[in-house]
Nanobody, 125 residues
Framework: VQLQASGGGLVQAGGSLRLSCAAS????????MGWFRRAPGKEREFVAA????????YQPDSVKGRFTISRDNAKNTVYLQMNSLKPEDTAVYYC???????????????????WGQGTQVTVSS
């Protein structure tokens, strides 16, 4: 699976952005998809994950209620809707895929085998 993230940019605190991750490859619909972020000087951080069908999602408390992950298997795309953005959300955001046929959601970057190139999100105060 090849992944291409887009939709990042500069936004004021309280604003919204929607990130997209377009996947190529026939096995996209069989992949659990996730979003991660890395802020300067920090470790990569889990943001959200979604199952094959989109029926289950998993997010940490830091973004729960503000960020929503979704997917459209017909378009081979996963989305991250980010609302009420804060300056601390500033980071490079990456989409990732767990691998075909894996059924367990995970927050660990090591559990994801395919990665996109990242898109920069900057939130100004």
């Amino acid at each position: 699976v090849q992944l291409q993230a887009s939709g990042g940019g500069l936004v004021q605190a309280g604003g919204s952005l929607r990130l997209s991750c377009a996947a190529s490859g026939r096995t996209f619909s069989n992949n659990i998809m996730g979003w991660f972020r890395r802020a300067p000087g920090k470790e990569r951080e889990f943001v959200a994950a979604i199952t094959w069908s989109g029926g289950s999602t998993y997010q940490p408390d830091s973004v729960k209620g503000r960020f929503t992950i979704s997917r459209d298997n017909a378009k081979n795309t996963v989305y991250l809707q980010m609302n009420s953005l804060k300056p601390e959300d500033t980071a490079v955001y990456y989409c990732a895929a767990r691998g075909s046929g894996i059924t367990v959601l995970s927050y660990s970057p090591r559990a994801y085998y395919f990665w996109g190139q990242g898109t920069q999100v900057t939130v100004s105060s």
